[in-house]
């Protein structure tokens, strides 16, 4: 097969006299062989300059669960674009979504909208530090909240820099990036995740200056790994019980495994939800919901919330109409059917060439890696894959015509089709044999 970069070599070269680093994003960087320049996209196809195409399944890195150019929320852009994009004052939009918010997410009383996933976690952590009067955070071993120095830590991703650095018996909790403060992250703690022993003494011993537990409801960021059974209701327990805010960082869970993201899939009740990624569809828009005993920090201006875009026309209208076509009838059901199906053919293709790898999943997200382990079920069992090998299969499979993230964390959209996951089946079987 002919498998030609020559246009986005020659773009990325343009692009590194001009723009720092030459990407936009640093995670950008890693696709091998050069990082790819889009010309188009719509559905679940994406074009490079170089006239290349392929099925999507890195989805702008998660947001666009509706595929690409969804109509329904090009529509509302564009309308909203026609009005004015951003005013600096309130406008019915803002109303509309969030009472939309509450009515879909069970712990939400109240909302906060923000413009990116970094920004709503940087809320969270100061309204629940204002409602204790307690400055300690503690966070989870590859669990991702976003870069802001006070919770960006060491990450194991074979497309961030500071992969090599994550370690979970290491003294000190290490940056997760050059140029970050080193006080800045003095007050968190860093423990293994689904380990309730170790929290539970943790909580006991510290209570006294733990203002939050932030974790993802699922580590999809390190293997796709599920809580244990009663884990997550076992920190909702202890939070309750020592007067500890818990935070889930529902980033990527959101509108994605349920409509009212994962606290709905598994019942939990927590203080506060981010939310971003899916809830605009490729448009910048995020929130912090939750209590209205918490949020109340916000209402009395002891935490102020800024952001010159907050809440902007175009972002709420996106927002509005993407949670539309979700609320509809078998949207959710038809995205387990398709990342099962994908999941399963995965597994198959794995089995038939003998070759050693996992692919865990929750709903229409999953991570595919190369392993020795039999089941991937913690933190230190994800850090023994090899990295390097699943970057060559990435590389394989945008020769074949797919386009996946680096890290081998997969996104399903609600507009794949049995078409398109038969055919990527067949890629993934080709690039499989080639390795």
Partial sequence: MSYITKQSAAKFAESQTVLAGGVASSLRAAMKPVPLFAESASGVRIRDVDGNEYIDYLLAYGPLLLGHANPAVTDAVHQAMQQGATYGLQHEGEIALARKLTEILPCA??????????????????????????????????????????????????????????DQTADKILPGTGGQSELSL?????????????????????????????????????????????????????????????ILDEVITGFRVHLGGAHARFG???????????????????????????????????????????????????????????SKEGVHERLEQMGDMLVGGIRKL????????????????????????????????????????????????????????????????????EADIEATLAAVDRALARM
């Fill in 109 to 166: 009383e109240k909302v906060a909208l923000s413009g990116s996933g970094t920004e709503a976690v940087m809320l969270a952590l100061r309204v629940a530090r204002a409602h204790t009067g307690k400055r300690k955070i503690v966070r989870f071993h590859g669990h991702y909240h976003g870069w802001s120095d006070a919770i960006f830590t060491s990450f194991p991703s074979s497309d961030m820099r500071q992969a090599a650095a994550a």
């Fill in 268 to 326: 939990i009740m927590p203080d506060l939800v981010t939310i971003g990624k899916a809830l605009g569809c490729g448009i910048g828009v995020s929130a912090l919901v939750g209590s209205k005993d918490l949020m109340a920090h916000i209402d009395n201006g002891t935490v102020s919330h800024l952001g010159t875009l907050n809440g902007n026309c175009v972002a709420t209208a996106a927002a509005l109409a993407t949670l539309e076509e979700l």
């Fill in 186 to 246: 003095e007050d968190i703690i860093l423990l293994p995740w689904n380990d309730a022993e170790v929290l539970e003494k943790v909580l006991r011993e510290q209570a006294h200056e733990i203002a939050a537990v932030i974790s993802e409801p699922v580590m999809c960021n390190s293997g796709c790994l599920k809580p244990k059974q009663g884990y997550l209701e076992r920190i909702r327990e202890l939070t309750k019980e020592l007067g500890i805010v818990m």
């Fill in 350 to 417: 794995l089995a038939e060439r003998g070759i050693a790898g996992i692919v865990n999943n929750v709903g229409p997200v999953f991570h595919m890696m190369f392993t020795q382990e039999p089941k991937v079920e913690d933190f230190a069992s994800f850090n023994k894959r090899s990295a390097g090998d699943y970057v060559r299969f990435a590389e394989l499979m945008l020769e074949e015509g797919v386009l996946i993230r680096p890290n081998g964390l997969w996104y399903v959209s609600t507009v794949h089709t």
